[in-house]
């Protein structure tokens, strides 16, 4: 029954994180919900340095984040912790 509780709570996180990633994600607000704070700290100078040109970055991690099924979006960036792409 915790492995259930635990997807549902990964399914969460997953919209959570693809949502403020499209909207967001110049200020690597995704990067530190998903606990890589020091890609969250590169994408936030990434985006002031290149004066918001290159927030084009986070808003694909967006779409392929949300577009990616629970259970492998919980292997990849969960579990495996990759943290670009």
Do not use: R
């Amino acid at each position: 029954m915790e492995v259930q509780g635990e997807k549902v709570n990964e399914e969460n996180k997953k919209v959570l994180v693809g949502v403020l990633a499209i909207l967001f994600g110049g200020l690597g607000i995704h990067k530190f919900i998903l606990g890589y704070t020091k890609a969250g700290i590169i994408q936030l100078i990434i985006t002031f340095v290149s004066c918001g040109i290159l927030a084009i970055i986070p808003f694909i991690e967006g779409i392929i984040y949300l577009t990616k099924s629970d259970e492998e979006f919980f292997n990849t960036y969960q579990a495996n912790k990759k943290e670009w792409f």
